[in-house]
């Protein structure tokens, strides 16, 4: 017999080899119909596993999160008997899971084409009728190597192979077709439904190595209903209207080309976005605290071996030559700077915390098929800090840091969905007693800001656990922006200290810390946020002044100089066009306010104002129209100064 504790606390014994249909059965009939998978001590099992050992029980229905991951990864697997049974001879090799969706890598000759994609989705549906049944079995290695092998399936053979010796074999038959696969899956196709699309089609390379084959991969979704489908596709093109990089084209911000890969050319109005953000950020952080540095942009190779970064990270480094026969680094981060810039002369224990900042230009080397847009680049600038502190500084100062940062991420119109912990990696520095203190440390600090951070397994940095900031847009998206990291190792290696209070010496502890991280992907994530349409603070270009006619020219210049000389960013549109042609092409490019100027507006000292996204205007005069635009154009912490 085998004891089995529910979620209500209550213990119940079975017979072992029972399964978790049988347990859901002798629960109710109609969890039985439910129920598609069960959680054995945190572990999920299919439902018609036989059960050896006792443990905590949980029956899975639809409803739960675990449920859809498994209905994406039986996605997966229905996508390749589709695929192998419309386009005989093609190979499959692995079908993850992945956000809000899956995909499979495929080996075939020929290209799939787009037309192909309805194609398989139909055959999908079929095999979704045909409630194939899902079950589990155990192979011997050998013979699942030299099936593989004989049925023409070489990847899956080769993967075999890499399996460690002590991890199963394990296969699953969907009908007369199969897979290798760890699973678990749901107990027949039928469950898996029919809320699924075929997404797209990429290029992939075996195993992400680009001397390996080249694979055909097939990107798809599935939801656990229509419903939910339905609303993940239309938050789709919503996101494709906001695509940073087409906004930025309409806006004139930036843009990026061949001979630069990964490279931001920012045009004027770009940069006039890029210089409020660092103002404004600056003047955030100088009521902080902090002091400003500036690190060089090339270090010799000496000096990122003594960091440890030539040796984890040297693949990411763009690395150059000199005649001399110094072999340099453009830095891919700024922290070791930080350091020598403290270790120049003797630091006192009364100096801590030293906050120090840089806008840091940052270059590291990116697959050519991962860049995208603003959010994946080669060379970028950071919003970097660090704080040098005493140990028993760590909690205070990181709670001054959540505090400030959940402020300055409000101040751009973005809501925290939640802050991380990320904890220690399986590749690590340090022993588990250093990681158990130091997480403990990061989980008390968030706590005392009065946040209960989630938990990342195994997502911290290789040096130390740390907190990021999970924040949300205006359609429900999650992006990851800014980041506080615990660093003992590094003071270590770069031998950073300060006299303490007793007069010796002692290492200083190290806060990594970036609010909007790169500047580059930050301003990718507003556009998208904001859709271009910015806030009056923000904007690139706040209001154009535009003519209804040629008489209007002379105060069209006059009412845009007065707007100028009051601090404002402003354009003149004197062409000779309908104003109601120029009001749809400024509305284009997102300009929040257009001054509309006339014979009537020129002689009685007014504008007619209109905003953007109304067809409405008013009229006042320009010393009122300048103080309305004026006080509204303030950043956040100006009108809190203002305030005070």
């Known amino acids: 017999m085998i004891d089995l504790k529910f979620p209500d606390g209550s213990v119940r014994q079975f017979d072992a080899g029972v399964t978790g249909r049988d347990v859901a059965a002798a629960i109710s009939k109609s969890l039985e119909k439910k129920a598609l998978l069960i959680k054995l001590d945190g572990q999920l099992l299919d439902l018609d596993r036989p059960l050896d050992g006792g443990g905590a029980i949980e029956i899975v229905t639809r409803e739960a999160p675990e449920a859809l991951d498994t209905i994406r990864h039986d996605t997966a697997h229905i996508l390749a008997e589709a695929v192998q049974e419309l386009f005989p001879g093609t190979q499959v090799t692995i079908g993850p899971n992945v956000e809000d969706g899956f995909y499979y890598d495929f080996a075939r000759d020929e290209p799939f084409s787009l037309d192909d994609l309805a194609t398989i989705e139909k055959r999908m549906k079929e095999i979704v009728d045909r409630d194939e049944k899902i079950t589990r079995e155990v192979w011997d290695r050998q013979e699942a190597i030299k099936h ?57 390379y075996w195993r992400g190595d680009q001397n390996n084959a080249q694979l055909q991969r097939i990107y798809g979704t599935a939801w656990a209903s229509e419903a939910d489908l339905e609303a993940y596709l239309k938050r789709v093109e919503e996101a494709e209207k906001r695509d940073h990089r087409r906004i930025g084209r309409a806006m004139d911000l930036f843009h990026m080309q061949e001979e630069g890969k990964g490279m931001v050319f920012w045009h004027e109005k ?3 976005l890029w210089r409020t953000i660092e103002s404004y950020i600056r003047r955030r952080l100088d009521a902080a605290g902090y002091v400003e540095v500036r690190t060089p942009q090339v270090l010799d190779r000496v000096f990122w071996e003594r960091s440890g970064h030539w040796e984890k990270y040297r693949p990411n480094m763009f690395v150059c030559e000199t005649e001399e026969g110094e072999e340099l680094s453009l830095k891919p981060m700024n922290c070791p700077g930080h350091i020598q810039i403290f270790n120049v002369g003797q630091r ?36 970097d800090g660090h704080i040098f502190c005493r140990e028993d500084q760590i909690e205070s100062e990181t709670t001054r840091f959540i505090e400030l940062a959940s402020s300055i991420h409000a101040d751009f119109g973005l809501e925290r969905d939640h802050i991380a912990l990320a904890t220690r990696p399986e590749i690590r520095a340090g022993t588990d007693e250093f990681w158990d203190k130091a997480e403990a440390q990061m989980l008390s600090a968030a706590r005392a800001a009065g946040v209960e951070p989630k938990i990342a397994e195994g997502d911290g940095a290789f040096y130390a656990p740390k907190l990021d900031f999970i924040l949300k847009d205006a359609i429900g998206r999650q992006w990851a922006c800014g980041t506080i990291q615990l660093d003992y190792v590094l003071p270590e290696r770069l031998d950073a200290d300060y006299v303490g209070e007793d007069g010796q010496k002692h290492r200083p502890v190290m806060l990594h810390r970036a609010i909007c991280g790169s500047l580059e992907r930050f301003i990718g994530v507003l556009i998208e946020n904001y859709a271009g349409a910015f806030p009056l603070w923000l904007s690139p270009v706040q209001a154009v002044v535009a003519t209804i006619t040629s008489d209007a020219d002379d105060y069209a210049h006059k009412a845009a100089a007065a707007f100028k000389k009051a601090g404002l960013r402003v354009e003149t549109d004197l062409r000779n066009e309908k104003v109601g042609y120029k009001i749809r092409e400024h509305s284009l490019a997102k300009v929040p306010v257009i001054a509309v100027v006339g014979r009537r507006e020129a002689e009685e000292g007014k504008v007619a104002l209109r905003r953007l996204g109304s067809d409405a205007q008013t009229v006042v005069t320009l010393d009122e129209a300048i103080a309305l635009l004026t006080a509204e154009a303030r950043a956040p912490d100006q009108v809190r100064a203002a305030a005070e």
């Open 148 to 204: 593989f092998r004989d049925i023409g399936e070489a990847y899956k053979a080769e993967i075999i192979e890499s399996i460690p010796g002590a991890e199963p074999i394990t296969v699953y038959r969907q009908g007369s077709w199969k897979d290798l696969c760890r699973g678990p899956h749901l107990p027949s196709t039928r469950h898996i439904g029919k809320a699924f699309k075929l997404t797209k089609l990429a290029g992939a």
């Open 270 to 272: 770009g940069l006039t």
């Open 348 to 383: 006192s224990y009364r100096e801590l915390p030293l906050r120090m900042a840089e806008f840091g230009s940052c270059h590291r080397y990116e697959p050519s098929g991962s860049l995208h847009g603003l959010m994946r680049v080669r060379a970028f600038t950071q919003d």
